[in-house]
């Protein structure tokens, strides 16, 4: 079981790069947002890979983050999902941002990825909102887009996130939290605190 690959970037496709590993090339299956991030043929290159085997061949999917990978492995979860229609809703939404959809049951964002129509659109965000909440990665990355926008790393982020954290020790749900603090952010604004921020969604988890 392959796991992960470093090695030199040799070429590339629509949906694929070849990795030289010690004269060894391995033929890596990507999301086109994993595939903008790569560097140029002939520069090194490490990816976090999952490992399909099946009887008639070994298929390797190649992800510049854990938490596409988490994300990879979840969509897999829901019946009708595949490898190739979890990559191709990981090419159409970050896992931030596919995070923030389930949570916020937006399922027309979901329905940008190609293959993606009302009625999956609809069971992947009954499926997957419990563990939407549960990816660490994913859940530090929607913390960020709740307070100040995608990969905002700032105090914004931090006041979010320890919100989310306090109505997770107060016994709530971790999807439920994110919820209750995603409405607090958009009714308060990016500038709220953590205590304001804690008060208006114990007021979200009231109602």
């Not at 916020?104 to 964002?109: A, M, P, V, W, Y």
Request: overall charge neutral; proline content about 3%; charged content about 20%.
């Amino acid at each position: 079981m392959i796991g992960k690959l470093s090695g030199m970037l040799d070429s590339g496709g629509e949906d694929w790069v070849l990795i030289d590993v010690g004269g060894v090339g391995y033929v890596v299956s990507c999301s086109t947002r994993t595939l903008r991030a790569l560097p140029r043929p002939g520069e090194p290159v490490r990816l976090l890979i999952e490992t399909h085997m099946r009887e008639d061949r070994i298929q390797l999917f190649g992800f510049a983050e854990k938490a596409e990978q988490q994300w990879f492995q979840a969509l897999q979860t829901v019946q009708g999902v595949g490898a190739r229609l979890a990559l191709a809703i990981l090419s159409a939404l970050s896992p931030g941002e596919l995070s923030q959809a389930i949570l916020f049951e937006d399922k027309t964002s979901l329905t940008r990825a190609a293959g993606v129509g009302a009625k999956l659109a609809a069971r992947l965000v009954t499926e997957l909102k419990d563990r939407a909440g549960s990816l660490p990665q994913a859940a530090a990355m929607t913390a960020a887009g709740l307070a100040g926008g995608a990969g905002d790393r700032g105090s914004e982020a931090g006041e979010a996130a320890d919100a989310i954290s306090a109505l997770v020790n107060l016994g709530y749900r971790r999807a439920e939290a994110f919820a209750a603090v995603a409405a607090a952010a958009r009714d308060l604004g990016p500038q709220a605190r953590v205590t304001e921020l804690i008060r208006s969604g114990l007021k979200e988890l009231g109602r």
